[in-house]
Structure formats: C-alpha cells, structure tokens
C-alpha cells in the first residue's frame, strides 16, 4: 500500500483540473498474485474528447491499464479519477463502470442472444433490476438501442441471433453496446485485434467518428503502427508497464517505434525486406 | 507400389522392455494388484459358478412360470402408471427448483463466499450419495405411504447430480461475456440472466431432460418401499407368485420407458 493524501486534500487539488481531464491516473502500479508487475508507475491524465491511442508490443500492460480505468483489475496502488469520481470508491465502481464503455478484442457478446439484446446490456445498469430480469426495457430504451445499432450500420441485424454476425459486425454491436450506456469514455482493449484489415479499418473509422461527433473520450490500444498513426490523435506508447512514450500521433517518428518495440519490430521490418529482395534476385 | 503386408510374426515394443525395465516392473506391479483386489472381492461377494448352473433350472422354472404374460390386468394397470409418470414429472421439477439456487452457489466464478461456495458443494455431494430408495423409505415414513414421499425422494436425490453438473457448466462459461456486463455497470443479478444463463441453458435442458428419463425409470421401483407407482404392483404380485401379471408389468415398464427416452430426446432436439 502507497501512503494516500487525506481525499479532501486531494479533491481539492483535483478541482480546477477538474474540468478539462475526464481521466486522471497518478502512481498507478499492478502486481498480479504471481508476481508479476503489469504496471510500473504510470502517470496518464487524458482530456475531455480527446482520442488516445495505447501503443505497445503484448505484455506491455495495456489491458491491465484500461481495466484498471473501469475497475475490472484492481490497482495494488495508485490513484484513478473517472470524470471527478475515483474508482478505488469501491461504492461508486458501478457508477464509475456505467459511464464507461468497454470495447474487448473478443467482441464478447453472449453469442446465443439477439443483437439487441446485447446492446440493451449496455442500459442494464439505468434499468429496473427486477424488470431488466425479465428482459423488459422501457420503450426509450429500446428505441435508443436502435439507434446505436443504426450508428454503426447494422440496424437491419437487430433481430439476429449475435452469433450469426461475422466478427467485424460483431464488434460494431460491442460498440453499439459501449454507445448505449450513454458513456462519457470508451474503452477499447484491441478492438481489431481479431478482424481483417478492412473490418479493422470500418471499426477504427466509427471509434473516431464517434469520438469527433458525440465527444465521447476514446482510449484504444493498438499494436498496429500504421493504425495508431492514422487514427491516434495522441500515443501513448506503453513498454513494460510503463510510459516510454506520449506525443501527438503525426509526429511519430521510427526512433520513437524503436523505442517502444525496442530492437524487436524494425528487425523483423527489414528481415521482410531483406526477404523480399532476395526472392527478386 | 503395393505396400508390403505387415509380418504378424515380427511385432515389437515401441521402447523394448529391457530398456525400460522401471515402466515394465510398474505394469507388473499394478496387474498384480489388480488380480489381487479382484480375487478378494470375489471371496466376499461370493462369487461361484456352480452355484449360477445350480440355480440355472429354477430361473428356468420362474421364466416358464412367466409367460404367457396375462394381459387382463391391463386396465388394472392404467391408475398405477399414470401415478408413476406423474411422480416423475414433479420430482424432476422440484429438482430443478431446489437445484437453481444451489447450483448458483456452488460455482466458484459466481457464488457469493468461498463458505457458501463449500456449504453448497457439501449438500449436492451428500445428496448424490443417497439413493432415492433411501430417501423414499425416510419419506414414508415421514409423509405416510403414497406417491408424495416418492415426489419428494426423487427431488433430494436428484439436487445432488443436477446440481453439481449445473455448478460445473457454469464453471466452464465463456468468462468474456460476463466481463463485459460487469464493465456496463450492471448488477450481479443482471450479470446472471444475461450473460450466465444463456451460455448454459441448452446444456441444463438436455441434462433436466435426461434426469427426467432417470426418474421415471426410479419411480418404477419406489412402490416397492410404498412410496407410490407401478413399483407397488411390481412388488404385489411376485409376493403372491403372480409371475404371469409380473411379466405384463415389466411390459409396461419397457414399453413406459422407452416412450419417455422418445419423448425427451424429441423435445431436446427441439431445442437445440
């Protein structure tokens, strides 16, 4: 355990911050129960509307990072804030998880239920708990359900059984479902991770189509370097639990790919040219 | 080019024994415990095969004495049957009610506490482990003689498999669905009907409907403890040496089981 400031203190600190950074993370450290470090000590504040991108080879600790952000890992120590509302409340962690969209590399829909059910899963924690149980919604509800699902193209799919979707239509009902809960920030853990390149290119185009429209602060990680450039308005490059990296997304440069992939991914860049060549020769 | 047929005469090991000698004497080793522990169950179970050969002519003299079945106890029959089938159909529902919540508990990935998880875990385990013929004789004499203490037998007895196999399917569920409706916000309860149910409806369905086959073939047998069904005619008539009505019985019986395995696998099918 890390010694904490009195909260009052640090609410106070927090205020005029406040206002422009929707996520504020200090000290952020995870040690898993078998040792291992996910997190080393990260530092990240993300403004209002802003889209991020998290960088990093596997391992690094991005998916640990975004969830610590919505409290699905525990933080052995540090300080998260969510829009002014710490996430170590344990009190307020479904608040925080409501106003927190998540977007997963395995779309993980419940594959066996109807596309718009899964996206109504999105209202579940505004819903009547009794009511909801018996999957009954009020009217606005499914009307805005139909709505998400329109935003990202698959109006027509909303009576479909989810797992007759392919996968990149399956990923854009996890995004329709992030979109129903009304979220101030989205998370998404590899969202192309699994897709092809063409999937991966329509889900990244309705993430920043949702971010620049709605204003919905975005975090997305990404191993794909090209990906990151073209849609990250800011990277955030993560190397062994730690920040290496953070600057805007067109000023990118090898030097700082190398610094977060270290000697890995430009050998691998040139060992593929080099093939090439020879297969010319 | 024909392949050459192999030489039944020259087969060997994969590893020659010799260069194994530690897995060779292991093999041993068990074949003779093995022989040993099936030689002292023999003793005590008394197994004897002469015995078998001498009883050979009264078995033939039963049988003999069985057939021809006598079909005018039929209409007799209708009551008795009927009764067992609907012995089935509720032990097997209270089953599945009693079954839910301790199912829930008994997974590890949803139930509440680690003591509520063992709590569980302990009931299903002891009533497993009590045949529905015990349970059926404690309920008699509890409740009376009728087919209710039967009702009740089937349901303690069948808590313990469904729910074990229902804590352990949820076990093996997809953690990512769940994942995600806990990211949403959403409450433990919402998390199980959206994300736990589904995933394991169809197999709990199947498994309900194979416990109901299971029933019904017990259900045959609890009126011989008094607790209601075809099971008391049974028992009736091979204490008054009534081998012609037995046979229509057992008849029945055959006819009844096979109808509901029919019946069950339909509505799977169905479902799945």
Same mark, same amino acid.
């Given at each position: ?139 606005? #509800? ?46 998404? #853990? ?5 897709? #092809? ?85 | ?272």
């Amino acid at each position: 355990m890390v010694a904490v400031a009195p909260f009052h203190l640090i609410l106070a600190h927090l205020q005029c911050r406040e206002v422009i950074e929707m996520i504020q993370i200090r000290g952020l450290r995870k040690e898993f129960g078998d040792g291992t470090k996910a997190l080393r000590g990260i530092d990240l504040h993300v403004e209002r509307g802003q889209l991020a991108v998290l960088l990093g080879p596997s391992g690094a600790g991005k998916s640990t990072l975004l969830r610590c952000i919505n409290g699905l890992v525990k933080a052995t120590a540090g300080e998260i804030v969510v829009d002014g509302t710490g996430v170590h409340q344990l009190r307020h962690l479904e608040d925080v998880r409501s106003k927190v969209g998540m977007i997963f590399q395995q779309f993980n829909l419940v594959k066996r239920l109807m596309v718009i059910e899964n996206v109504l899963c999105g209202r579940l924690a505004r819903s009547n708990i009794f009511a909801s149980c018996l999957k009954l919604f009020p009217p606005g #509800d499914i009307e805005q359900a139909l709505f998400c699902l329109e935003r990202v193209g698959l109006a027509e799919k909303a009576y479909h059984r989810a797992d007759q979707l392919s996968g990149g239509q399956q990923q854009r009902v996890g995004i329709a479902r992030a979109l129903a809960q009304n979220p101030r920030v989205i998370l998404a #853990d590899e969202p192309v991770a699994s897709l #092809d390149p063409r999937s991966a290119e329509r889900v990244m185009t309705i993430l920043r189509d949702i971010n620049a429209r709605d204003g919905i602060t975005v975090i997305v990680s990404l191993h794909n370097i090209d990906l990151a450039t073209r849609y990250g308005g800011r990277i955030v490059g993560l190397r062994d639990g730690a920040v290496v990296l953070d600057k805007p997304g067109a000023s990118l440069t090898k030097w700082d790919v190398e610094r977060i992939y270290e000697a890995g991914y430009s050998d691998d860049d040139e060992m593929d040219c080099e093939q090439v060549r020879y297969a010319h020769a | 080019m024909p392949t050459p047929k192999q030489n039944c005469l020259n087969l060997q090991p994969i590893v020659p024994w010799f260069k194994n000698t530690r897995a060779a004497l292991r093999r041993g080793a068990i074949a003779g415990i093995l022989l040993l522990v099936y030689v002292w169950s023999a003793r005590g179970a008394h197994l004897s095969l002469s015995e078998l050969i001498q009883g050979l002519p009264g078995l033939a003299d039963i049988v003999s004495r069985m057939v021809p079945p006598d079909f005018s106890i039929l209409p007799k029959l209708l009551e008795p049957t009927v009764e067992t089938l609907q012995i089935s159909i509720w032990g097997t529902t209270l089953a599945i009610l009693f079954t839910i919540p301790f199912g829930l508990a008994a997974a590890r990935n949803i139930s509440p506490h680690p003591v509520v998880y063992g709590v569980a875990r302990f009931v299903l385990n002891a009533t497993r482990s009590i045949s529905e013929i015990i349970f059926a004789l404690v309920f008699v004499a509890a409740v009376g003689l009728g087919p209710f203490p039967g009702v009740l037998a089937l349901a303690f007895h069948s808590v313990g498999m469904l729910g074990k196999f229902l804590a352990d399917s949820i076990e093996n569920i997809d953690a990512g669905p769940v994942e995600a409706l806990v990211a949403t916000g959403a409450s433990k309860w919402q998390v199980v009907v959206y994300a736990v149910v589904p995933q394991i409806l169809p197999e709990f369905v199947t498994l309900c409907l194979y416990r109901w086959e299971l029933n019904f073939r017990s259900a045959t047998i609890l009126g011989i403890v008094g607790a209601g069904g075809i099971g008391f005619e049974l028992i009736t008539s091979m204490r008054l040496f009534q081998y012609q009505d037995m046979t229509t019985i057992l008849a029945v019986i055959l006819v009844l089981v096979t109808a509901v395995d029919y019946i069950s696998t339909f509505i799977r099918k169905k479902i799945i």
